[in-house]
């Protein structure tokens, strides 16, 4: 069954404000990516937090992981056009493989 | 999308055709993935190597059937697929298992 599922589906905001992705998983992990991927096209690696981890900080993106609540969120901060996309977290389980969510699609009106 | 390329980016074949996907890697990576996204659906793991050995097959069913020569170079070859597998097929690697992946931009297949 899907591992990592984002909340909300959609999100919809105006250039220079903040976007909040929310991830849940369901068992216990190794690490929680979050990845981007602009339409029809590759998807591109943003973070890995490790699950000893709870924050991690790249350029505009934080990422906060809470094991006890089985759950991630991604914060966009002073968000620009060219962060429409759709994100989408990952959960690794047994070093074996990453397992995908649903996404979320972020869409950045100027 | 530097780093890992696809070939062909579009492919369009018959049920009874039989076709290859190519995916190379330059990133000197370890590790190697074959995905399938379809349409609101979860990106959904077809194949996993790592040094060039299948470590994982997600119950794929056996008209794909992937080949992996080198830790370079991943292939996907098709026969009499169905037009439910019309999806866009990703490649990745990454330097190892457990770590992040880099991913291809995809061949995009219809199965007509």
């Known amino acids: 069954s899907q591992q990592g599922e984002e909340d909300p589906q959609a999100l919809s905001i105006q250039e220079g404000e903040n976007a909040t992705m929310n991830c849940s998983y369901k068992t216990s992990i190794n690490n929680l990516q979050w990845y981007r991927q602009n339409s029809g096209r590759g998807l591109v690696h943003l973070i890995l937090?490790?699950?000893?981890?709870r924050e991690k900080h790249s350029g505009r993106l934080r990422v906060t992981l809470d094991t006890s609540k089985k759950s991630s969120s991604l914060l966009i901060t002073a968000s620009r056009a060219a962060d429409t996309a759709s994100y989408f977290c990952?959960?690794?389980?047994?070093?074996?493989?990453?397992?995908f969510g649903t996404g979320t699609r972020l869409l950045v009106s100027p | 999308e530097t780093g890992v390329t696809q070939t062909p980016r579009h492919l369009v074949m018959g049920m009874t055709n039989k076709k290859s996907l190519k995916c190379e890697q330059h990133?000197?990576?370890?590790?190697m993935y074959w995905y399938k996204q379809s349409a609101k659906k979860p990106l959904e793991l077809m194949f996993v190597?790592?040094?060039?050995?299948?470590?994982e097959n997600n119950s794929v069913p056996s008209r794909f059937s992937p080949e992996c020569p080198n830790s370079s170079h991943l292939f996907l070859h098709l026969h009499t697929l169905q037009p439910e597998d019309s999806a866009l097929y990703l490649c990745a690697s990454s330097p190892g298992l457990g770590y992040e992946q880099y991913f291809g931009p995809g061949t995009r297949l219809t199965v007509t």
């Open positions: 990952a959960t690794d389980a047994d070093f074996q493989k990453l397992v």
């Open positions: 937090i490790r699950s000893n981890e």
């Open positions: 990133l000197g990576h370890n590790a």
């Open positions: 190597y790592n040094f060039k050995e299948q470590t």
